[in-house]
């Protein structure tokens, strides 16, 4: 009888032996690793610092780099019928009278971080002057805000740029517009050349 028990003890050790070894198997194998690599399309969160767009051409460094779309002077259009536009060279233009207000539209991608509207410009007029602003506009075209502007230098300086006030404004093309708008007075002397927008790309990454 005693044999008996003993051997009854020891077959119901080693099925509980069996038992948790089994399990222990299991768990590792449905256990989510802490290194498991992320895949498909995540997007990373990330703290960005950055460097101004300055007039001697240094862009944002560290984190993330500055991305930019140029327009030149002659892509941008009368917003009005009377606004004569003429070509002061291949790229820059000036207007004839009344002078007037210039546009062009502004594609982005969704959730790109705008940060900067630089102009362009040829002016020798000694006290005109030109503006350019970056305009949103909601999904009717019913309202707008300005979002930058920035002015040409005073005094003649020929050719130059200027650059606006820091923004930061995230792309939302599901609900705005983007537009560029110019405003000139009517002299030979105050060329536009065009503008440019630094913004940072939105941060995506794929891993096969």
Sequence with gaps: ????????????????????????????????????????????????????????GSTAVLAQSFKYVHITGNTFVPRAGDVTKNWANPGCIYLGSPGGTLAARLDLPKDATIKYLRIYYDVTHPTERMTAWLVRYNTAATTYSDLASVLSSTGGSGVGTSL??????????????????????AYSTVAFCGVRIAYYDPRYLTIE
């Design 164 to 185: 606006s006030a820091e923004i930061t404004e995230t792309v939302n093309t599901l609900s705005y517009s983007y537009e560029l708008n110019v405003y000139m007075p």
């Design 1 to 56: 009888m005693n044999a008996r028990n003993r051997f009854s003890q020891l077959k119901w050790c080693l099925l509980l032996a069996l038992f948790l070894l089994v399990a222990g198997f299991a768990g590792s194998a449905t256990a989510e690793p802490s290194s498991q690599p992320v895949t498909g399309k995540e997007k990373i969160s990330t703290t960005v610092t950055y460097a101004p767009d300055a007039a001697d």
